[in-house]
C-alpha cells in the first residue's frame, strides 16, 4: 500500500524498521547494529530500542537488546483472525489424516517464507529415527529463507519476472547445506523450472536428510495467494514417490480452496 508523504508517520515507521531488524540471523542487537540494519542513526536507533524496551517488546541487558514475548501478540491475532489460515487448516488436517505426513500452508514475506498454517507428525521423531539429523524447524510463524525452500520458490515463481529480478538483484543467498543453491544465476534457473512445472520439489537445501515438494495456492482470480507443502524425511519418502503419491493430493487441494480464497 502507498500513502501519501503526509499521511506517514516517519517515527512510527522508523521504530518498526528497528523492530523488523531482529530476526532468525540476528537475535541480539545494539544500537549500533540496529542502526546499520534499519537504516537509521545511531542515536535515533538507541531511543528507538529503549523506547520499545520500555514498552515491552524488546528486553534488554543495557547493551544488547532482543526481542520479548510480547511480541508474539501481533502473530497470534494474525493467526487467530486472518481468513486465510482458517481457510487453510481443514485442508491440511484432511491430508495429514489420509497420509500421516506433515502439512504447511505459507506465505512469502520479503526474502522470508512465514508458516500460517500447519498439521501433521513431529518431525523430530521420525527424522531423527530415520537419518539422525537435527529437526525441521515447522511451527506456526516459523520464518525461513525463500531461496533454499520449496515453497519458497513456487512463491517466488509466482512473482511477475521484473518483480523476482527486483527480489534477486543484489542479494546474497546464504548456504545452510552442501545442497543449497547460493548463485543468483542458478537460481533464476531454478525459477524458471518451477514456473514452467507448477510445482517444487527442494531436496536438502534447507537441512540435510529432509526434502519437501510444494505447489500453489490461487484464487478466483488466479493470483498466487500462499503455498501449500508436504515435509518429509529423505529416507523413509523418495522424491519420486513423493512426486507420484502426494503432488496430486497437494494439486487437488489447492483447486478445492481456490474458490473459497
Known amino acids: 500500500?502507498?500513502?501519501?508523504?503526509?499521511?506517514?508517520?516517519?517515527?512510527?515507521?522508523?521504530?518498526?524498521?528497528?523492530?523488523?531488524s531482529f530476526d532468525t540471523e540476528r537475535q541480539r542487537l545494539n544500537a549500533t547494529l540496529a542502526a546499520q540494519r534499519a537504516g537509521i542513526t545511531r542515536?535515533?536507533?538507541?531511543?528507538?530500542?529503549?523506547?520499545?524496551?520500555?514498552?515491552g517488546y524488546l528486553e534488554t541487558d543495557g547493551s544488547y537488546f532482543w526481542l520479548s514475548a510480547k511480541v508474539l501478540r501481533f502473530s497470534g491475532s494474525y493467526l487467530s483472525s486472518a481468513r486465510l489460515p482458517r481457510l487453510l487448516q481443514p485442508t491440511l488436517n484432511r491430508l495429514?489424516?489420509?497420509t500421516q505426513e506433515s502439512f504447511s500452508a505459507v506465505v512469502l514475506d520479503g526474502h522470508e517464507v512465514v508458516i500460517?498454517?500447519?498439521?501433521?507428525?513431529d518431525l523430530r521423531v521420525s527424522v531423527a529415527s530415520a537419518s539422525g539429523v537435527l529437526a525441521y524447524g515447522l511451527h506456526l510463524g516459523a520464518r525461513l529463507p525463500a531461496h533454499v525452500t520449496s515453497t519458497g520458490r513456487v512463491l517466488l515463481a509466482a512473482l511477475p519476472k521484473t518483480e523476482f529480478n527486483r527480489w534477486l538483484k543484489g542479494r546474497t543467498?546464504?548456504?545452510?547445506?552442501?545442497h543449497t543453491v547460493t548463485d543468483a544465476k542458478r537460481l533464476?534457473?531454478?525459477?524458471?523450472?518451477?514456473r514452467a512445472d507448477d510445482y517444487c520439489l527442494a531436496s536438502e537445501e534447507h537441512e540435510l536428510g529432509i526434502h519437501a515438494l510444494s505447489?500453489?495456492?490461487?484464487?478466483?482470480?488466479?493470483?498466487t495467494v500462499a503455498a501449500l507443502n508436504v515435509v518429509a524425511p529423505l529416507g523413509r519418502l523418495p522424491a519420486s514417490r513423493m512426486r507420484q503419491t502426494l503432488l496430486p493430493l497437494l494439486i487437488e487441494a489447492a483447486n478445492e480452496i481456490r474458490p473459497l480464497i
Not at 43 to 55: F, G, I, V
Not at 116 to 121: F, K, L, P, W, Y
Not at 215 to 223: A, E
Open 1 to 20: 500500500m502507498t500513502i501519501a508523504k503526509a499521511d506517514l508517520i516517519e517515527g512510527m515507521a522508523k521504530g518498526m524498521a528497528v523492530l523488523e
Open 188 to 194: 533464476r534457473e531454478v525459477i524458471e523450472q518451477v
Open 96 to 98: 495429514t489424516a489420509l
Open 173 to 178: 543467498l546464504p548456504r545452510l547445506t552442501a
Open 43 to 55: 542515536a535515533s536507533a538507541r531511543r528507538h530500542l529503549l523506547t520499545l524496551a520500555h514498552l
Open 116 to 121: 500460517v498454517a500447519r498439521s501433521g507428525i
Open 215 to 223: 505447489v500453489p495456492v490461487r484464487n478466483l482470480q488466479g493470483k
